[in-house]
């Protein structure tokens, strides 16, 4: 995990320490500084800190639990944004949650009349960090947040679904042809899957091309979900598929904080990609959890 120093004193205000002394107290508290590089980010110099996080901390694999942890240490109380994302009481999104025992959490809603288009030069700064590729606002967007807040999300292109979208375990499909380009072969009644009528969308470590976001997306579902990691440790070994999502869904992540990702990702869509949220909240929470 990667995190920039000035983000970290952005969210635990009153640090005094400097980047090479932030490093090494976390390494102190079990995360590994395993890098420190000066970078440039917003026109501005700044520190990129790399941390190897061993344990079964998902939180810790945003910017927002490393700063938690840094907070904790120097006694300082940690600042994060409050964002509110508002919905009306209109349609229901139509999905279906048939792996019961699977899902611990899924939250949704619905935005239209987005315009996609090339990431600000700030974002491709940020996924650039973390060694990813830009694709476009809204799919750098997704990821900006998952890096954020540890929490992975799917955005789905609602013109390229047909019918009713499901979670559930893959009991028709031998294959998917996922966003990485790779065709992978399926075992059915093995993979938990987000589907439709006709498609798998998703799997829950990674999308497929069925849905994908693209330069004329202008509908979305977003959607932060949490599930079983064993399940999904289950599915990346057998598939052979590693992401930044299964890293984080095969660790223990907090149900609680599914709703405050989602928010903050529909934010920063309805900022900088316009559009409007058109559905009621989606909250598929059958088992709180403290």
């Known amino acids: 995990m990667k995190v920039l120093y000035n983000q970290i004193k952005e969210l635990a205000p009153g640090l005094k320490a400097g980047p090479r002394e932030l490093g090494e107290t976390l390494t102190l ?6 890098s420190l590089t000066e970078v440039s980010y917003k026109g501005a110099k700044d520190y990129l800190i790399g941390f190897e996080v061993r344990q079964n901390r998902a939180d810790c694999l945003s910017v927002y639990g490393l700063a938690r942890e840094a907070a904790a240490y120097y006694g300082l109380k940690v600042k994060l944004p409050k964002v509110k994302t508002t919905w009306p009481a ?42 990813i590729n830009s694709v476009n606002l809204l799919v750098d967007l997704s990821n900006y947040v998952m890096f954020l807040t540890g929490y992975p999300s799917h955005l789905i292109d609602l013109k390229k679904v047909s019918g009713r979208i499901s979670w559930s375990l893959n009991h028709d499909f031998n294959q998917v042809t996922t966003l990485l380009g790779t065709t992978v072969n399926l075992k059915k009644d093995n993979e938990l899957i987000i589907r439709d009528e006709k498609n798998i969308i998703a799997l829950s470590l990674v999308g497929s091309r069925a849905a994908e976001i693209d330069g004329a997306t202008d509908s979305v579902i977003a959607e932060v979900a949490v599930y079983d990691r064993v399940v999904i440790r289950n599915n990346s070994r057998s598939l052979n598929i590693v992401t930044e999502a299964s890293h984080r869904l095969e660790k223990e992540l907090d149900p609680n904080g599914c709703l405050e990702a989602l928010e903050l990702l529909c934010s920063l869509i309805l900022e900088y990609a316009g559009g409007r949220v058109e559905s009621r909240l989606f909250d598929y929470y059958p088992k709180k959890y403290a």
Do not use: C, H, Y
């Open 29 to 34: 508290a079990g995360f590994m500084m395993e």
């Open 90 to 131: 209109g349609d229901r999104l139509d999905i279906k949650v048939e792996a019961v025992k699977i899902v611990k959490r899924i939250t949704a809603l619905k935005i239209t009349g987005l315009k996609n288009q090339a990431s600000p030069a700030w974002l491709k700064e940020f996924v650039g960090f973390q060694g």
